[in-house]
């Protein structure tokens, strides 16, 4: 019977499952927390785990942390997940691990994905958290503050885990063609360039490192002589295109949105391209980012440039009708010139102190004077008495208060100095002259030449 080699069998196992840390000293990267002296390793050196949350992007070691702290610690371990545990189920194990503590075992649970959980999940375990019946160690890549419940993360103290650097990976892809575990018993022929290449390929995601490395060597060329060599030509093979890290529907999602809106602020287009460049080559559907500078366009622009929402809404129409790929350029023309357009944040700034006040002042009654009157009794009740039609006038303009009365005097519109607002406001200023002037020759019982 043919024997299987040693290279077959460790086919049959993911590398980067074959090269997952099993101490401290084997993790890569999170110094800032696992260095000499840091104060997680602390914790975890000497057995003084507290309920805890891993917050990190993908393929940064949450996980791994959580393995470690398994086989470092005292204690029961669990592990949930939220696709296959329940509400039963957990309450469950939280009464086993209240009765273990009572005989002096501690248990440690460990929730993968936590931001997976719904409420009624996550509350299962506040209790016994609580109580300290067990230590919880969540491990998430969305921002827990919007993910965990309240309650539950006041008593969880929360590590962020950084993305691991090019270095980072470099040495994790070093040591796993070196490795026993690796390949370390193969004969691998890569140059240091193109460790680094396979590196810059992985967003610092070590998983993604790794088994984008199983990939090229299982699909590399092995000579007579068992050397399998590894081409800069082979790897952009396997790669046709670096993995960008953008996640739909997750926090990343809302960074680079952000980003986006955040440069076309400041000005800077070729920042503003870029970060569109990175929603659409990530998957992100265009009329949601057409939808997003159309209220750029409003709030950051507003009056200074009237026709920049013209520019949105002739975009948005023209990526539905067209679609990706083919409006990629619709949209990079749309944000190019919101970032050289004036800016202008008044409209928005005067939305949010008239929305102010008219939360506080809800009861406040329309004034009669502005209130129509479309029946005899509405007119018995003086409604739309001592209206002025500014039609009528030779200016166009009244002295008629149009605020509720508590209101009156008050400004929520104050124009920009940019672009088409220094004629606006040119002309607001006129208005309100206009009226002070008129409003002191109809106080001392005058009218104006």
Not at 159 to 171: C, H, R, T
Request: glycine fraction near 6%; aromatic fraction near 8%.
């Amino acid at each position: 019977m043919e024997q299987q080699s040693l290279f077959e069998n460790k086919l049959s196992v993911p590398l980067a499952a074959r090269m997952r840390p099993t101490s401290l000293d084997e993790f890569v990267g999170q110094t800032h927390l696992i260095g000499e002296g840091k104060i997680l390793r602390r914790m975890i050196e000497s057995d003084n785990i507290t309920s805890m949350i891993f917050w990190g992007p993908p393929g940064v070691g949450k996980t791994t942390l959580a393995r470690i702290i398994a086989t470092k610690t005292k204690s029961e371990f669990i592990t949930f997940s939220a696709v296959t545990s329940g509400i039963k189920e957990i309450k469950t194990v939280m009464e086993d691990a209240d009765k273990n503590k009572r005989l002096g075992v501690r248990t440690i649970v460990f929730v993968d994905e936590i931001h997976r959980f719904n409420k009624a999940q996550q509350d299962a375990f506040l209790p016994y958290v609580e109580k300290g019946s067990i230590i919880l160690i969540g491990a998430t890549t969305e921002n827990p503050s919007f993910e965990v419940n309240n309650a539950l993360l006041s008593r969880c103290r929360v590590f962020v885990l950084k993305e691991l650097s090019e270095d980072d990976i470099y040495s994790l892809l070093l040591r796993a063609i070196t490795d026993k575990k690796g390949y370390g018993e193969e004969m691998i022929d890569i140059s240091d360039d193109n460790l680094k290449l396979i590196a810059s390929f992985a967003n610092g995601d070590a998983r993604n490192a790794l088994s984008m490395l199983d990939m090229i060597i299982i699909n590399s060329d092995t000579n007579k002589n068992g050397v399998i060599t590894i081409t800069k030509e082979r790897i952009l093979d396997s790669l046709s295109r670096k993995s960008l890290m953008y996640d739909k529907n997750g926090e990343e999602h809302y960074n680079i949105i952000s980003a986006l809106h955040k440069s076309m602020r400041n000005s800077d287009p070729d920042a503003a391209v870029y970060w569109l460049a990175r929603m659409l080559e990530g998957g992100e559907d265009p009329l949601y980012i057409a939808r997003r500078i159309t209220r750029f366009a409003s709030e950051d622009i507003g009056l200074a440039d009237t026709n920049a929402l013209n520019v949105a809404i002739n975009v948005y129409h023209a990526c539905h009708f067209i679609g990706m790929p083919e409006c990629s350029v619709h949209l990079t023309e749309a944000v190019i010139y919101m970032s050289l357009a004036p800016k202008s944040n008044s409209c928005d700034v005067a939305y949010m102190m008239a929305s102010h006040d008219a939360k506080e002042t809800l009861s406040e009654p329309v004034p009669l004077v502005i209130r129509n009157a479309p029946t005899k009794l509405m007119k018995e009740l003086d409604y739309g008495k001592g209206y002025q039609y500014a039609h009528d006038t030779q200016d166009k303009l009244t002295t008629m208060d149009c605020l509720p009365k508590s209101l009156i005097g008050k400004t929520y519109y104050n124009p920009g100095v940019k672009g088409n607002e220094i004629k606006f406001k040119e002309r607001l200023d006129k208005i309100k002259e206009w009226k002070k002037v008129h409003k002191e020759l109809e106080k001392n019982g005058k009218t104006a030449n």
